[in-house]
């Protein structure tokens, strides 16, 4: 679903209950409001994340605020053990509910119950819209090539990153 570099993909998944579309991001990902957005416009309804450091109460409540402003479903696997990533693997409704959260500290594999129906029924009332209506963004994920951050390193090449 996902390639190195600028882009960002949904895929629609067969699932025993029906398709579902979903997104996927990795732990910086959840960090910043402009991916689970920019998913959420591409049709995502549920996001799922890969993560890798401990996540502390301030670190759950970001998460749950993606799924509620995006009006989207939330669910990340968190590495375990006590310096790894300390588990509290979580997942939220698009409404911000918790559907589960994984113990501190040790290896669990926490089962989230999420009603594709009540999701899709909540994502068409004018609240749920309202929160994910498509505003200008900036594209964030395809390179702009804007000659104030253009730099050519010592050896004469670019040192943009592209």
Same mark, same amino acid.
């Given at each position: 679903?996902?390639?190195?570099?600028?882009?960002? +993909?949904?895929?629609?998944?067969?699932?025993?209950?029906?398709?579902?579309?979903?997104?996927? $991001?990795?732990?910086?990902?959840?960090?910043?409001?402009?991916?689970?957005?920019?998913?959420?416009?591409?049709?995502?309804?549920? =996001?799922? #994340?890969?993560?890798?450091?401990? =996540?502390?109460?301030?670190?759950?409540? $970001? +998460?749950?605020?993606?799924?509620?402003?995006?009006?989207?479903?939330?669910?990340?696997?968190?590495?375990?053990?006590?310096? *790894?990533?300390?588990?509290?693997?979580? *997942?939220?409704?698009?409404?911000?509910?918790?559907?589960?959260?994984?113990?501190?500290?040790?290896?669990?594999?926490?089962?989230?119950?999420?009603? =594709?129906?009540?999701?899709? #029924?909540?994502?068409?009332?004018?609240?749920?819209?309202?929160?994910?209506?498509?505003?200008?963004?900036?594209?964030?994920?395809?390179?702009?090539?804007?000659?104030? +951050?253009?730099? #050519?390193?010592?050896?004469?090449?670019?040192?943009?990153? $592209?």
């Amino acid at each position: 679903m996902t390639a190195p570099g600028n882009r960002l +993909f949904v895929a629609v998944l067969d699932t025993a209950v029906g398709n579902v579309t979903v997104g996927s $991001m990795i732990c910086a990902d959840r960090e910043y409001p402009e991916t689970p957005r920019i998913l959420a416009e591409m049709g995502a309804e549920v =996001l799922l #994340v890969s993560n890798a450091c401990t =996540l502390t109460d301030w670190h759950l409540a $970001m +998460f749950r605020t993606r799924a509620y402003a995006n009006s989207v479903a939330v669910a990340m696997a968190n590495y375990g053990g006590v310096v *790894a990533g300390d588990g509290r693997s979580p *997942a939220y409704d698009a409404q911000g509910r918790q559907l589960a959260l994984g113990p501190p500290g040790t290896e669990a594999i926490p089962i989230a119950h999420l009603d =594709l129906d009540a999701l899709r #029924v909540y994502r068409a009332t004018p609240e749920a819209r309202a929160r994910r209506r498509s505003r200008p963004v900036v594209a964030l994920c395809n390179p702009v090539k804007n000659p104030a +951050f253009l730099h #050519v390193n010592p050896l004469g090449r670019p040192s943009h990153g $592209m």
